[in-house]
């Protein structure tokens, strides 16, 4: 039962005009599991997760919330969905505890449940001390919570949640994340950020969406082993010509960083370390510096993301 | 069918939690207040006239038609202003991902938004009709025309409401829905003039889709099925099209 399928996207595709926003996506979300969706601006995310939740229809494809497609049946699948859009679908003039009730009533909360609902929402968004408060004269960080607590107001089997900790202190960002986490064991949250610690301190799996089409789809570890980098920064007391370090063993490409400064490419599981110190000392370069180089995971988002231009990282890993 | 009462209840309540709809309360009273006591100055003053008439109009027909009459015009000013942020608030703040992610049909919005719009509309005309039932302290007054007056400003309101309602879910600037709703109003209002200055049978047709030629024979105790139906047809054209237009958010290219 822990293993049953809550979505399943089938080759959807989005068409605006003649601009395809989201080309032929697949992917499927299980119960318990955290999915963190990247991509950069305009790459379709919000759009995918507009059509998850019926706000948006596919122009191909099929959607399925926990077995029931959101077009045939759109009401018992949004019964089984919450939504946190962009931008938060607020009533400015409510109170917290109006707006939560009026939201708990759209999704079908029986009035007996309804008290218990809204506690429960407000207790895991921290909310209890604002619930007569008018929304409109909140913080921007406890709108977003507001925006959170209402998507998961009526305990939905999925939670889709679109950039949830955009505006939010460093605080409320672990808390919002701890609760993230927590809804993962029950539910199965869905998340599209451009923060990407929050993917690696949140979800289990990442799915990389670039101009509308799935480019990676990896778990954590996955994505932790393709952070190991394949780069060393080198620093030498002499000048050194670049064909000499080229013909070290297992170095694919050298790269002057200036003030007899380089750094070496590699290819996988050949680390010339060793071989570069030997021939330092042989040589008599006067090596003093050998870093190997980590790829942040802003660097493999760059990679993955930026197929056209070959992959041309910063040089602040060095620090 | 709860959802289409839950959102008329959060409609409501967010009108009465702006000064606006106030406002509008008091303005809308006041101006009919004080056209009721006109009127009814004169017909007193003009009690000994009447008397020597030989059937003389009694004070329904002298007092609340035209009060009603009134009411009619006043509302077709002011009610756009009511009108315009049922949908086109939500397209602004954009908080209409709410009801589209929820359980509920785009029927049930639309009704819900309807209903809740003609709540308030018809609070306004129970105000309006406290002024002539307080005449029955004093007098007798021909229940029949009576009613078929309120029945009447009940359905051109309705009328309003869902004109207003189509036009808010055109557009995300609620002035913008005001302005086209008051001007599509005035338009179908000044159609009546068409037939007495054109005459021929198009100027007749065009006189027969005028809001409120189908309002005067109901204010006269005239009760006559094709008003009703005219009204009824239209409340459902424009809900209708409302519904269609908030359909096509979601399909959308």
Redesign the interface.
């Known amino acids: 039962m822990n293993n049953d399928v809550l979505v399943s996207v089938d080759q959807v595709s989005r068409?605006?005009?003649p601009l395809r926003a989201v080309n032929s996506v697949s992917f499927e979300v299980r119960r318990g599991e955290v999915l963190g969706f990247l991509g950069p601006n305009g790459a379709g995310k919000t759009t995918t997760m507009?059509m998850i939740?019926?706000?948006?229809?596919p122009?191909a494809g099929q959607i399925k919330i926990h077995g029931i497609d959101i077009l045939d049946e759109?009401?018992?699948a949004?019964?089984e969905?919450?939504?946190l859009?962009e931008?938060p679908?607020?009533?400015?003039?409510?109170t917290v505890d109006?707006y939560l009730t009026?939201?708990a009533?759209?999704?079908?909360v029986p009035s007996a449940k309804l008290a218990a609902a809204l506690d429960n929402a407000k207790q895991r968004c921290g909310l209890t001390q604002v619930s007569h408060r008018l929304i409109g004269n909140l913080s921007k960080g406890y709108q977003q919570r507001v925006g959170i607590a209402?998507a998961i107001i009526h305990s939905p089997a999925v939670v889709i949640l679109d950039e949830p900790t955009v505006g939010l202190d460093p605080i409320q960002i672990r808390e919002i994340r701890a609760l993230i986490r927590e809804l993962g064991g029950t539910h199965s949250v869905i998340l599209s950020t451009h923060i990407l610690p929050e993917v690696q301190a949140t979800c289990d799996r990442v799915q990389i969406i670039n101009k509308g089409s799935l480019v990676m789809s990896d778990t954590i570890a996955g994505l932790t082993h393709r952070m190991l980098g394949s780069g060393l920064l080198v620093a030498l007391r002499k000048t050194v010509e670049l064909s000499a370090l080229q013909a070290v063993p297992g170095v694919l490409s050298v790269e002057a960083l200036g003030e007899n400064r380089y750094r070496l490419h590699f290819a996988e599981q050949q680390n010339p370390a060793e071989a570069l110190v030997e021939k330092s000392v042989q040589q008599g370069w006067g090596l003093y510096e050998l870093t190997p180089e980590r790829m942040s995971l802003e660097e493999v988002f760059v990679n993955i993301t930026r197929t056209e231009a070959p992959a041309e990282t910063t040089t602040e890993a060095a620090a | 069918m709860s959802s289409i009462f839950t959102i008329a209840a959060r409609e409501l309540r967010s009108l009465f939690l702006s000064p606006l709809a106030w406002t509008i309360l008091a303005v809308v009273q006041l101006v009919m207040a004080y056209f009721f006591l006109l009127l009814l100055d004169q017909f007193v003053m003009a009690q000994p006239q009447l008397a020597q008439m030989e059937n003389p109009p009694g004070v329904t027909e002298a007092v609340v038609a035209p009060l009603l009459d009134t009411a009619g015009i006043v509302l077709l000013l002011i009610a756009p202003m009511l009108t315009m942020r049922l949908l086109s608030e939500e397209l602004r703040n954009q908080t209409l991902p709410l009801l589209f992610s929820a359980p509920v049909s785009m029927t049930e919005i639309i009704l819900g938004k309807y209903l809740g719009m003609l709540g308030f509309f018809m609070l306004i005309l129970l105000l309006t009709a406290l002024m002539p039932l307080s005449l029955y302290s004093g007098t007798s007054l021909d229940t029949g025309m009576l009613l078929s007056g309120f029945m009447g400003l009940g359905l051109l309101l309705a009328s309003i409401a869902a004109i207003g309602l189509f036009m808010s879910s055109l557009t995300a600037q609620p002035t913008v829905a005001a302005i086209s709703t008051f001007g599509v109003l005035l338009l179908l209002w000044i159609l009546d003039a068409a037939a007495t200055t054109g005459g021929d049978t198009g100027g007749s047709v065009l006189a027969y889709l005028s809001i409120l030629r189908h309002y005067q024979p109901l204010l006269k105790g005239a009760f006559k099925s094709v008003d009703v139906v005219y009204y009824l047809l239209f409340i459902g054209t424009f809900i209708v099209l409302s519904i269609r237009r908030l359909d096509s958010y979601r399909l959308q290219h």
């Open positions: 068409f605006y005009g507009q939740t019926g706000n948006l229809a122009s759109p009401k018992r949004k019964a969905i919450g939504f859009p931008q679908p607020l009533y400015r003039e409510l109006e009026y939201c009533r759209l999704n079908r209402q």
